[in-house]
């Protein structure tokens, strides 16, 4: 049988058999699961129906389940069975069938189904567990036997391999695994079950929930039982193809080939080949599922895991001489394989193939300058006569520079060189307890008793896409805490739950003569509770209430959530399809888009994407949501967001001709109601994903009239209030003056660029203005906070990554934790070169440009300047312009200053009681300054 094959006879044979057939959930799991950061189980998706929290489609279901567990990523391609991305097949009953139907299927469907020889299949059963207090399953061992297994095939193991727990409490019980006897060719006669051998293997598993592990360990009987089944598809695929290991099935062995076309290296010719080939096929696998499912590579979670895994592939093809690109092959090649029973696969076929090639390119220099190092570092150890490496070289490697351990490990054994695992595993917990206290993520006390509320009382009918305003009563209250606070569930409501990025309503909730305002809405499931700030009196259960939604707050948030749409649509036609949300938030006062991009959006996409968008609201087209069935809404080409959770039966929300989206959220009508869209900012939010932030309607009006203003004042400054754009032009000209002067007198054009995070975008856009060749600059980047080494903040990391190495030279200060300006002052003109043509001063942690300074003799005054203008006057209104058009002008102001810009300077150091001087007057010593250099220049 083809994997095609056995994946469809499986489905079919319990279809047959009264079973919902259900279609493969995302490796996203949903946002209310946060037990894993993959989906890693057949069952995972009906974990709520297991838990009692939502009521199944129907009590018998049956699925194959993409799967991706991430414990056995360093063992794939060193053993013939273990992969990272597989398939499970499973069929589940909630309350229905219990042991002795499932059992009896799965024994029908082996011999009928898959055509196995009864007497070659073996059975294990739960041998009891004194702990646990529960003997031998005796039930289970008596059904087998009714069946036709005789006893010398019914093997008892323990509570680790035949008991299942989902953690230290909760659902668990017994279980009973099936497997196949491969013959003696694959192991001796005394081998058995359980052994982790390749002879018996197993095949399927069938758990019986029964029981309830309570905290103090004790164990009570579940009042459903339920059933939840296991068959890994790949290894099936061993067993029907009568072939070796999971690697030469039809679902890898095209893989494999390619590998072997691509490096002329024969599989199974030896054992560093057949493990690279191996982690190829399953880390393609791997990757194209995981970016289909919006997953994009990044050093965090999901992310992490993705990039990983394309590391190790793409390092394993580098080791079998494979000529870049190739990732991309071996990706478009695991689409075609898989696209059949996974459709989806093929309409993200540009996303995965974007992705994989960005990714393969970034990393192939990493592994340049990785492995340019760890040659250092084998050449000073056999130097030292040492026959091992430290722990932070190899740590240095993996952290500083991404290079993975695994390769570093491989590539020292090969010169007879070891390295201290322990040692590196301490660093990177240490590393791991810095993330974790960093994150200050705290789990809501709240959240288990807002649950046991919900549950525990009627659920609450949402009236709020409909009316802000509903006469209504209450079904529970609650205290909640002794601050006055309190937990209640009305029977009708029109406060939305905050979900799908949108924030709860506010609002107020008012009974006989008393009120109290909405602090929260809680979304449990499609249930909801709402917190309220009672002052005084509560209402109790049964008390009629009038609920009474913040109209204002609403609307600006219903035009927020219109626009993140309109923006979703504009961005994926200006930059492509690659690009999905990764997480929003939808507020009255302004929304957060976040999605995946490889790279920062230029001026020009902005302002398309932003026109694009008004353009949208301009056409006044018609917004509406439609109820309809998820494969009808799919069929329709509606999106689902990544990371959420749909049923069955959707709402999707449809703008005219521009867009179709599943969503829960409220929005306005029609377009025209946004009013204007204004973007404000757009960074990094984590690797490859973007964030922007927007405002609209009134919001967006106050933000363009400051902007206004700001560029009145900026022309004031420059000495022309009514053309700053002309006098910033005429400034950029001198800008490129200087470099052209400098490059014509020295050959050279020495820039320094102090504060920020990345000095290549100022120094890539001032070269190209000035149209001086890359070969005949130089760039110092100086910062008396220099990071450590390995800090993903340090200065230099990312102009090294985009200037080549021969071009680029850092000064490198000790960092200065005493403001001992005079001694920084002194480092700084010790370390740069005697002349620098211009200074860039980075002045604040926004990142925006502050000014550019004469490079002339200017060393002693940069720290004191940085100095001057940090600390408190950071918590003021700044100087420092922080739009584009109005940093440049800042900047020219700076640029233009001369001699008497030094003089104003050594005047304000030595306290010239012409210049206010002193932190409250930080701002106004700046503004004369700059004032004192208009007048010279004009």
Known sequence: MRTDEIRETFLRYFEQRGHLRVASASLVPSPDDTSTLLTVAGMQPFKPYFEGREEPPKRRL???????????IDVVGTTKRHLTFFEMLGNFSFGDYFKAESMRYGWELSLEGFGFDPELIWVTVFAGDEELGLGPDTEAIEIWREIGVPEERIVRLGRSENFWQGGESGPCGPCSEMYIDRGSEFGPDDERPGDDTDRFLEYWNHVFTQYLLHADGSISELPQRNIDTGLGLERMAVIQQGVDSVFDTDGFAPLIELAEELSGAEYGSEERVTRAMRILADHSRGAVNLIADGVVPSNEDRGYVLRRIMRRAIQQGRALGLEPPYLGRFAALAIELMSGAYPHLASEYGTVLRWVGQEEESFGRTLDRGTELLERIVADAKRSSTSWIDAEDAFRLHDTYGFPYDLTRELLAEQGLAVDDEGFEALMEQQRERAR??????????????????????ETTFVGYEELRAQTSVAAAEPLGDDGELLVKLEESPFYAEGGGQVADSGVVEWDGARARVEDVYRVGDDQAVRLATGGGQPAAGERVTATVDHEARH????????THLLHAALRERLGTHVRQAGSAVRPDKLRFDFTHGAPLSDEELRAVEDRVNDWVKASRPTRALQMERAEAEAMGAMALFGEKYGDWVRVVEVEEVSRELCGGT???????????????????????????ALTGPAAIDHYRRQSDELTEAGALLGSPRDAVGAARRGAELIAERARAAVGERGRFTLAISGGHSPWPMFERLTAEAEVPLAQTELFQVDERVAPEGDPDRNWTHAEASLPLDRFRAAHPMPVTEPDLDAAATQYEALLPDRLDLVHLGLGPDGHAASLVPGDAVCEVTDRLVAMTAGEYQGRRRMTLTYPALAAARQIVWLVLGEKARDALARLREGDPSIPGGRVERERALVLTDRAAVGESG
Do not use: K
């Open 437 to 458: 206290v960093g994150s200050g993520a705290q789990r809501d006390d709240r959240h288990a008793a807002v649950i046991s509320f919900v549950s525990e009382a009627p």
């Open 667 to 693: 929005h306005v009508a029609n377009t025209a109601e946004v009013g204007i869209f204004a973007i404000v900012s757009e960074g990094s939010s984590a690797a490859n994903v973007r964030r922007i932030e």
């Open 556 to 563: 600006a948030t219903m035009r927020n959530h219109t626009a």
């Open 62 to 72: 049956a699925s194959c389940q993409r799967t991706f567990r991430t414990v056995d």
